[in-house]
């Protein structure tokens, strides 16, 4: 039993608690993603999409919308569905707008998603028009890889990655690693010289 003069036990530990925790600096987060402006060389070459239709990739990347582009695969149960998910919460945030910004998914895994498999990828996230997922030849697809600086010679090893084009510069933006949907509405906003 505790003498009326002798704090108990428990009260002083949770006085070393105190103690520690007020003397404990707070651990800030790191940021979820880094931005940086990077050169990219979109290579001459025909990709198809997700409804069977030959498209030049050069056309799609380079309208007079922003255009974000990513790179996935659509058996991918890791970075993929994340991308996917900040892409499709974007578009619900646009609403009608959605047609202000180009999305545009480019899989790393061609030869197993063909245009079903992509419409089946677009099903899933509840796509609306305005963004597109290209398939092509292995040959083509790691042409387009390596003009983005994003090549990896396996498919499981493949970066977080999203690049933004401004329309007004050309330049692009890569961010690396898990933007929101509320971080890409404000990257959209920059690329179309609103901020």
């Given amino acids: 039993m505790n003498s009326p003069n002798r704090p108990s036990v428990s009260a002083c530990l949770a006085a070393i608690v105190l103690l520690i925790a007020s003397t404990t600096p707070a651990v800030e987060k790191g940021p979820r993603f880094t931005r940086t402006e990077v050169d990219v060389s979109v290579p001459d070459v025909t990709l198809i999409n997700q409804n069977g239709v030959e498209v030049n990739i050069e056309d799609i ?5 922003p255009v974000f582009v990513d790179f996935i695969f659509a058996s991918c149960t890791t970075i993929c569905p994340i991308l996917s998910a900040s892409y499709s919460s974007m578009q619900r945030k646009l609403g009608d707008s959605r047609d202000a910004v180009r999305l545009v998914s480019i899989t790393i895994d061609p030869e197993h998603d063909g245009p ?25 697809i790691d042409e387009v890889m390596r003009g983005f600086d994003a090549f990896v010679p396996d498919k499981m090893s493949h970066r977080p990655l999203v690049y933004i084009r401004s329309p007004d510069t050309g330049k692009w933006v890569q961010l690396y690693g898990f933007a929101s949907s509320a971080d890409l509405m404000r990257e959209l906003e920059l690329a179309a010289g609103q901020s």
Avoid: H, N, V
Wanted: net charge negative.
């Fill in 61 to 65: 990347l380079t309208s007079q919308e």
């Fill in 116 to 140: 079903e498999e992509l419409r089946s990828y677009l099903a899933r996230y509840q796509a609306k028009p305005g963004w597109d997922i290209l398939t092509g030849s292995r040959t083509d």
